[in-house]
């Protein structure tokens, strides 16, 4: 039980956050910041936070739990901001999509608060972005990965498990190089696929009357590519070199597929779809099973 | 309205498109035809068609209206095996997602026989293949893509929009070469790049790691890679001039993409990304809107 959130970023994840955490009786207040005044009204008259503060560092103040949920370029202003005020046993988390550059610039800017921090992931989110579409349940369900490091307090890393488990998260620890190397291969590279992917066939001569014939296929393979362009353009920039590893990867397997298309091979053809086919239909979502929901 | 159709391949296409016939009291009998005599006898013990034919042969003759729905790679031997059964007045229909390897095998076999047949492309389907999942309702609301040759006779080319239209289907038209180029755009080289991605991230060492943190939009993304192996090898190669065109245009979308990401150039990415996501924002799924499918 805590009493006081102080939540940094009001929008669907710090939003959501807030909400579960109310639902599940788990804080007395919720104190919300957001850089925008018109956002941190909106989270209040939504009740989604109990007080709209006029700073990161106040929003912080007085708080035993603070959710940062700023986009990754805001990260290290929001640290340098409320790093005056994380006192002891203050537990400090993230909702990043990258780690490493989240903790180099957490070692960087809060130095001896660095242990109050514990990095965190929470494998949920929406198209839909803003504190309107905040949701009690968004993190229900829902797998978070947590990549403390040496310095993080015990007791905090133990409190950040807690909370997430206690609002239905499933919780994870790996180191941030295996979080952001993983992330590349299942989330990274394939949002920087499905933008390429769209590029290609809108900016082509016929684009238009092609778009026109797409199918159901067409539409979810390509549904990540509406995704929030300053968001994705930090969390590539952020992981630019595990991403290129990964697409590296890619066009080995693509190069592969054209090859025997071009030679004619057909049973080597066949015999490559079928391992991506057999592998895909062996695959399930991971977590708790839960209805569609978007990331 | 026919007095009866046959069907070789009683699938799910062709078990579909019986089920919507009858439904709509467009036809008093359904004759069909499958390779593998336990499809027909399911088909028949399912009611999708009502008389077993011994050979394809025996499933159009005294039919007036055909459907072939068979893998694109039994297409000539389909067309050899019904040749000598299609007499005049009857209509001749396939399901195949390409059309100009259809149209030539069509000019070659079938010859004098050659203006009873529209080729015909309704954008439907499942993951789930096979007479047991077929539906009356799978092309409601979908379109359907005729290619008609000059030698297509009218009337027949008439009762073939006729026929689509009254199972609730858009009919369009266009010419074979035009069909395969917008479908390599839009449907042949996403499965490409997605049996390439699952494969890329499927066959590397942390492979197995990695999958079971992926969430919703990987989900979606390599949905179509759980496709068949042997009907997207056939389509791959059938098409495959137009589909290394569309795959060349990708890797060029992919390559300015990746540039800008190791020049650092934070504006030009987010440009980039933003351009793709407005236009995926703004597109919807052709035809008359309906539920969720799969193709």
């Known amino acids: 039980m805590f009493n006081q959130l102080g939540v940094i970023g009001c929008g669907l994840m710090g939003g959501s956050f807030a909400l579960a955490l109310k639902r599940a009786g788990l804080v007395k207040r ?5 850089k925008s005044p018109s956002t941190t009204e909106l989270a209040k008259r939504l009740g989604v936070i109990d007080v709209a503060a006029e700073s990161a560092l106040l929003a912080v103040s007085g708080s035993d739990i603070v959710l940062m949920a700023v986009p990754v370029a805001a990260t ?32 960087r800017v809060l130095r001896q608060q660095i242990g109050n921090f514990v990095p965190a992931h929470p494998i949920a989110g929406s198209e ?36 997430w488990t206690a609002i239905g998260a499933q919780v994870l620890r790996m180191t941030p190089e295996n979080h952001d190397a993983a992330f590349a291969a299942v989330s990274h590279l394939p949002h920087l696929l499905a933008f390429a992917y769209f590029s290609a066939i809108a900016n082509q ?6 778009l026109s014939l797409a199918g159901p296929g067409f539409r979810d393979f390509t549904r990540i ?7 994705w353009r930090d969390i590539l920039l952020a992981n630019r070199e595990e991403v290129l590893k990964q697409s590296q990867r890619f066009r080995f397997a ?36 839960r209805g569609p929901a978007v990331k």
């Open 30 to 34: 919720v104190v919300g910041y957001s």
């Open 76 to 107: 290290e202003a929001t640290f340098g901001a409320i790093r005056h005020g994380i006192k002891d046993g203050m537990l400090v988390m993230d909702v990043g999509s990258t780690k490493r550059d989240v903790v180099d610039t957490a070692r």
């Open 128 to 163: 839909q972005s803003g504190v309107a579409h905040a949701d009690a349940s968004l993190y229900n369900s829902r797998q978070v990965i947590l990549t403390p490091l040496p310095q993080t307090q015990p007791d905090l890393l133990r409190k950040a498990t807690d909370v």
């Open 205 to 210: 001569p016929a684009g238009r009357d092609f």
């Open 225 to 231: 590519a509406a995704s929030d362009p300053a968001v």
């Open 254 to 289: 693509l190069d592969a597929l054209e090859h025997v298309m071009l030679a004619g091979n057909t049973q080597a053809l066949e015999d490559l779809i079928r391992s991506a086919s057999d592998a895909r239909g062996a695959w399930q979502i991971g977590g708790v099973p």
